[in-house]
């Protein structure tokens, strides 16, 4: 039976804390030193994977170029999903005077439709291979955005219900 690899766990686990605090409490001195203890340690939990005998993360998996480019896109879509929930609730708040509560609410579909498709996506996928759902995805994420485009000073919270 493999060994748990524990030193990569430690590692993968300072570098997140250490990058996340770091883009947290930007120009503070303690997030700059926090920062560059995360990145070295990054640096270091790649060199132990490559190194272990059971590595928690075999970095041969990279090799691949359609599991590397459907992570590499996989990474962006969420990079872009989080900046807009952040910006579509802070255009909630300051630009319309909805309440958190009601931000919350308004935003609520999203959740529910991610929710919903998660499991029949991922289900889709596997039988037809990740290219036509990592092509098609961030086409209709972007025409949701474009639908979100439509929130301003006098959207109700109806209609923005409906935007989302």
């Known amino acids: 039976m493999p060994s748990f690899d524990v ?6 686990a300072a570098s997140l804390a250490g990058v996340t605090y770091a883009l947290i409490e930007w120009g503070t001195p303690t997030a700059v030193i926090l920062g560059l203890i995360g990145l070295v340690a990054a640096a270091a939990f790649i ?3 490559r190194l272990a005998k059971n590595p928690m993360m075999p ?6 170029r359609t599991f590397s480019a459907a ?17 579509v609730v802070l255009q909630l708040q300051t630009v319309t005077g909805y309440s958190a509560l009601a931000a919350g609410v308004a935003t609520l ?9 998660a499991a029949p996506g991922g289900k889709l996928g596997a039988r037809i291979g990740p290219r036509i759902p ?4 961030p086409l209709v994420m972007a025409g ?21």
């Open 7 to 12: 030193l990569g766990a430690l590692l993968a």
């Open 59 to 64: 970095l041969e998996l990279f090799a691949n």
């Open 71 to 87: 992570n590499i896109v996989t990474l962006l879509v969420y990079a872009a999903m989080g900046a807009i929930f952040f910006f």
């Open 144 to 164: 949701g955005i474009w639908l979100l485009a439509g929130i301003g000073a006098d959207s109700t919270l109806s209609s923005t219900c409906c935007l989302a």
């Open 47 to 49: 060199v132990t994977e």
């Open 109 to 117: 579909p999203i959740t529910v439709c991610m929710l919903l498709l």
């Open 134 to 137: 990592m092509t098609f995805g």
